[in-house]
């Protein structure tokens, strides 16, 4: 790969080294788990990233502490404002905690309970939308951060955001040696394009595909086309990936350094989680389960292969996994 095309998209290598500078001693360095069942079910070796046990329980914890600790000092007295579903939401605030900066997140007025009881737990100030009406999340943050003065910290399509996550890759591929691929969830693209980076940086032989629900296939669609394409409020468990299309900085990133993205249904992505869950002790949300149920639907000849799987959350509200797995 060429850091010089990579700079022209925005986000290097570099960057996810700088980043991963920062987040050291912050973040935790993930284990990574294997499963010989799960080898033997899928025909391949798999390799775990458990993004499930980052702090606040997702990956998303890595980019947002990212993007505030590079703020300037005037920019942290005046504080950040967030949009999202519920883990960028969560991290932001956690960020914010950790390093004084005052955090506000607009989400959705359907948001998991869990995730808007954490998020006020990690002491934001959440600010309510509503989606099914067609409220704009972004327009809502834009009018808060103009009240405030406050910096908006997008969940995905943000360069520190994006290298920051990609530093979970970093890590994955050091403790693993070069893989064959690398599974990734996939909903705005901000972990698959900061992964795809790192990846390709330090296994360029390797291939990177996204996993996004079928019923949000709005990335699946702008790669095969090459054009940004969008989806509208998008029903699936996948709550995590109801993004309505890549960003103006993900999408190019992805088109140069990902393989393929595949979509899978709700069923698929319960089953993988059951395997999660039951087999391997591991709580992964919806979401989470993303690449592991890409893996397991066979859309990707993995045989023989070895195969890095991104788990990129945990927060879960257990009422509705227990009715999922009914």
Known sequence: MNDDGAAALGVTYDDIEAAAKRLEGVAHRTPVATSRQFDQLAGCRAYFKCE???RMGAFKFRGAYNALAAL??????????????????QAVALAGRILAIPATIVMPADAPQVKVAA???????VVFYDRAAGESREAVAERVSREKGASVIPPFDHPLVIAGQGTAAKELIEETGALDYLFVCTGGAGLLSGSAVAARHLAPEIRVVGVEPAAGDDAARSFRTKTLQRVENPVTIADGART?????ITFPLVLRHVFDIITVTDPQIVEAMRFLWERMKLVV????????AGVLSGAIDVRERRVGIILSGGNVDLKAMASLFA
């Open 119 to 125: 998020t006020r737990g990690y002491g934001a100030e």
């Open 52 to 54: 499930n046990l980052q």
């Open 72 to 89: 300037d000092e005037a920019s942290r007295r005046r504080g950040v404002v967030a949009f999202s579903s519920g883990n960028h939401a």
């Open 244 to 248: 309505q299309s890549l960003g103006a």
């Open 285 to 292: 949300e919806p979401t989470g389960a993303l690449a592991t």
